[in-house]
């Protein structure tokens, strides 16, 4: 089977206020075209639909319209799960509706019984040629039930997951029977055994898929390894990291990554989304394709007079695109940012916009600063900043982090791992509603 792997899409997201809603519908424009440039009969997006449990209309009205205009296409089944940021309620409210196009959602584990997480694929002439265990992401409340034996401290993920991926694969094998078709499989976790983006490590890997360095997620919340997931999945569709990547090196377990950048600590990461051909006992065929910017994401970085000349370049020379743009500029506690460059930001051209300013602090001294809420994070008409902001900031001062040994990448994906981890839940708490 051909499929078209995605996930992390998070719309509704707004970065430092800017509406993303004209780039997320790009996109999704740009993926039908693709899916049927590339003849895929599955396209799967592994969570993370939404940025936030209660998402905009607009996001949902435009989510429901890109699945209906699939319909008549060669892609004959779709496959939505849920992801931490989701709400797994409000995907599964229109299940029943979008089963009746192929469309096959499974928000949230809850009472669902491993049966219920698999299902038959069909070809573009009705017959079934895949089975799908499509496993959304699951809270530790709901794995508890799958974590029967004896575990060693910090080995309840894989314990838990092991278990979960152990029972649905063994209703797919059931379901499959003798037939000779593959079998794939979904989720959205965090995984060790890495490769790209970040690395406490030193050494280099040629192996990595982005040519960078082999890591692990920092810390031990959630990640698992990739032995619990069963070698009889042909494939693993995956996500929860924003980039490109395979898990413990093995080419039937990967991310996507996010098509999107999310934080200007991504800006210079590529955007993929994956068509993998797929065969069962075969490794898959996968290729990388690479997600069109609609608008450009920027981190103008280093000194005062560095960031100076990086301004003068756009004035000199305007880009085509949109271009968002964070001053990270080094602390100079004898000049002012806002003034030094304030008449480079007056003179740039009419799309390029500076939407944030952040002080590089050195991260072996004082306490972690993001610079989140001095007056720099303000917007340009002086309201305040955002609900999220003050979430970062809050989780930020209630966990410490050993900085020990951490360069700024480090710490850029600890802090990271705690957002991903808090604060949707803290979006959550805001958003909510008592009946009356």
Partial sequence: MKIIHTGDWHLGNRLFRVDRTEENRFF??????EIEEQKAEVLVVSGDIFDTWN???EARTMYIDFLASLNGTCCKNIIIIGGNHDSGTLLDSEKEILEILDIHVVGTLSSLQPEDMVFELKDRDGEVAGICCAVPFAPEMELKKYCTAEYESGGFSDAAYGELYRQVCAKALELRGERDIPVIATGHLYAAGLEGRLSGE???SEASDDGKRSIDVVGNLG??????????????ALGHIHYTTKVGGNGKIRYSGSPFVMGFDECKIGRCVLAVDVKKGEEPEVQKI???SKVFWVRAEGTLEEIKKTLQGYIKNPPEKETNIEVYYDFDETRNVNDFIQEELEKLPENVFVVHFKRKDNPKIGTISLGLLDESGFDSEGGTISDEDIFKTLILSKIEIDKEDLDEEGLSEKQKELFDTYLPL???????????
Avoid at 28 to 33: I, M, R, V
Avoid at 229 to 236: A, V
């Fill in 55 to 57: 998402p905009p209309t």
């Fill in 28 to 33: 999704l424009n740009w993926l039908k075209t």
């Fill in 202 to 204: 030193i050494r280099e």
């Fill in 290 to 292: 690479e997600v069109p």
């Fill in 426 to 436: 803290l979006m959550q708490a805001r958003d909510f509603e008592p009946e009356e």
């Fill in 223 to 236: 990640s698992v390894h990739s032995d619990i997931f069963p070698n009889d999945f042909d494939y693993t």
